[in-house]
């Protein structure tokens, strides 16, 4: 019997208010299918959760967004984050579809 295929998608606004619609792989965060689509979203830490400047607001147009990691939650709590603000190094699409919008909140002036 074949495996149900996971067919989510990302719109995502990146750093230069520029839109892009890309599939995404579950297990992957926001960040990594960015950088594997050359969609610039600032991360000055690479992605260790450190930083701040992959930071995104997060629309689930379909199916929920997972939780904070603890990583995040501690930023979150530091900065002030709204509640649709997260980091996109920190948020992993998980093994079901979702149709998520993002959109990257360290812009270009
Ligand atoms: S890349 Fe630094 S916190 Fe996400």
Redesign the pocket.
């Given at each position: 019997m074949s495996k149900t295929q996971i067919r989510s998608i990302l719109k995502l606004i990146d750093s230069f208010g520029d839109e892009h619609v890309l599939r995404t792989t579950p297990g992957a965060s926001i960040?990594e299918i960015a950088v594997e689509n050359s969609v610039e979203i600032h991360?000055?830490?690479?992605?260790?959760?450190?930083?701040?400047?992959?930071r995104i607001r997060l629309t689930a147009v379909c199916g929920s967004a997972p939780e904070r990691s603890e990583i995040e939650s501690e930023m979150a709590q530091d900065r002030g984050f709204e509640a649709d603000e997260r980091?996109?190094?920190?948020v992993i699409f998980p093994d079901e579809d979702v149709d998520w919008t993002a959109e990257a909140l360290d812009r270009e002036p």
């Amino acid at each position: 019997m074949s495996k149900t295929q996971i067919r989510s998608i990302l719109k995502l606004i990146d750093s230069f208010g520029d839109e892009h619609v890309l599939r995404t792989t579950p297990g992957a965060s926001i960040l990594e299918i960015a950088v594997e689509n050359s969609v610039e979203i600032h991360h000055s830490c690479g992605g260790m959760g450190s930083c701040g400047t992959c930071r995104i607001r997060l629309t689930a147009v379909c199916g929920s967004a997972p939780e904070r990691s603890e990583i995040e939650s501690e930023m979150a709590q530091d900065r002030g984050f709204e509640a649709d603000e997260r980091l996109s190094c920190q948020v992993i699409f998980p093994d079901e579809d979702v149709d998520w919008t993002a959109e990257a909140l360290d812009r270009e002036p």
